[in-house]
Nanobody, 126 residues
Framework: QVQLVESGGGLVQAGGSLKLSCAASGLTFSGFAMGWFRQAPGKEREFVGHISWIGSITYYADSVKGRFTVSRDNAKNTVYLQMSRLKPEDTAVYYC???????????????????WGQGTQVTVSS
């Protein structure tokens, strides 16, 4: 049974930083691309960024490029989202996702991803 468990969410002031973690179990972690999505109230879930199975390729949404960094530790079966220079519009529930991949392809659509975590709330105050 695959489980993705996010942690690290919370309340932060605009301009601050926060680091999310997602611990994966029940899958061969090194064979999966790992990603982050977010969903604000009343909005659709949107792609934030993801990292390839080997960790050498990353993709980001334009809205977070240069501020957010996705990384992974295959020895710990964990993926991270380092968020810096946070803005109030970054407020959302952040979800971790996984999809099998050995090609380093780009996956930005919700339907591209197979497994999902339950999410962690990030609130950025102005």
């Amino acid at each position: 049974q695959v489980q993705l468990v996010e942690s690290g969410g919370g309340l932060v002031q605009a301009g601050g930083s926060l680091k999310l973690s997602c611990a994966a179990s029940g899958l061969t972690f090194s064979g999966f691309a790992m990603g982050w999505f977010r969903q604000a109230p009343g909005k659709e879930r949107e792609f934030v960024g993801h990292i390839s199975w080997i960790g050498s390729i990353t993709y980001y949404a334009d809205s977070v490029k240069g501020r957010f960094t996705v990384s992974r530790d295959n020895a710990k079966n964990t993926v991270y989202l380092q968020m810096s220079r946070l803005k109030p519009e970054d407020t959302a529930v952040y979800y971790c996702a996984a999809t099998a991949d050995y090609q380093g392809r780009r996956y930005t659509n919700y339907d591209d991803w197979t497994y999902w975590g339950q999410g962690t709330q990030v609130t950025v105050s102005s």
